[in-house]
């Protein structure tokens, strides 16, 4: 079974862009989560779909959106990019709802962005 | 305030020892707790799920305790390779509204000497 992948891999930006970065989930999984990770603030939730709809959503400002297609195939838009958004974001895929004790998060490889 | 803490300094361990490596956390109750390991440069990779009524959990050379009375789970790695280095990442389901969420800790990386 094909695992989570994740496009772009890498990506340079530059200060007020806008970016999106693409998930696409492991073959029968519903529930996408996305993650930045920081070597100073390590990992750091940012929002979950299940469904199409947005389950949860970290502590992050508005300029951090998401969406996910019927296909589960996932989104995570930034816009107005600022220099500390430049980390690693991570996309992971579950098996999840109702089996709640299997919830076991599959993460993709990530793409790196750098903001400039 | 609610917090989860793993070693921040890394853990340098000769080969053939165990490795031990702690998660504490404070004003949670994780339905469960979960071990990663991530290598640099990729995503985490999951390890050991171990439930708030289960004190041990163990797959090939590792073991896992969870301690609800401490909030503390323990993560050995015996007989350590040099291939275990990594940062390894604990993570804690919290069941809120029909479903459970991952907070995860900021990771202890291990290295391994030969």
């Known amino acids: 079974k094909a695992g989570v992948t994740q496009t772009p891999r890498y990506l340079i930006k530059t200060r007020g862009q806008q970016v999106t970065l693409s998930c696409s989930p492991i073959?029968?999984?519903?529930?996408v989560s996305w993650y930045q990770q920081t070597p100073g603030q390590g990992l750091q939730f940012l929002f979950e779909?299940?469904?199409?709809?947005?389950?949860n959503k970290g502590n992050f400002p508005g300029r951090f959106s998401g969406r996910q297609f019927s296909n589960s195939r996932s989104e995570m838009n930034v816009s107005t990019l600022e220099l500390g958004d430049s980390a690693l974001y991570l996309c992971?895929?579950?098996?999840?709802?109702?089996?709640?004790?299997?919830?076991?998060?599959?993460f993709g490889p990530g793409t790196r962005l750098t903001v400039l | 305030s609610q917090k989860i803490e793993q070693n921040s300094e890394a853990l340098n361990i000769q080969e053939g020892k165990t490795a031990t490596l702690t998660c504490n956390y404070t004003?949670?109750?994780?339905?469960?707790l979960q071990w990663y390991r991530q290598d640099p440069g990729r995503g985490p990779v999951f390890l050991l799920l171990?439930?708030?009524?289960?004190k041990e959990k163990r797959k090939e050379r590792l073991k896992v305790t969870f301690d609800t009375t401490l909030k503390q789970s323990l993560f050995h790695i015996t007989a350590s390779q040099p291939a275990d280095s990594a940062t390894y990442l604990c993570?804690?389901?919290?069941?809120?509204?029909?479903?459970?969420?991952?907070?995860f800790g900021a990771g202890t990386r291990l290295a391994v000497h030969p």
């Open positions: 992971a895929s579950s098996f999840t709802f109702p089996r709640l004790d299997t919830d076991t998060q599959y």
């Open positions: 073959s029968g999984h519903r529930s």
């Open positions: 779909y299940f469904s199409e709809t947005q389950r």
């Open positions: 004003n949670y109750s994780p339905a469960y």
């Open positions: 171990i439930r708030e009524n289960e």
């Open positions: 993570a804690l389901a919290l069941f809120s509204g029909g479903y459970n969420k991952l907070i």
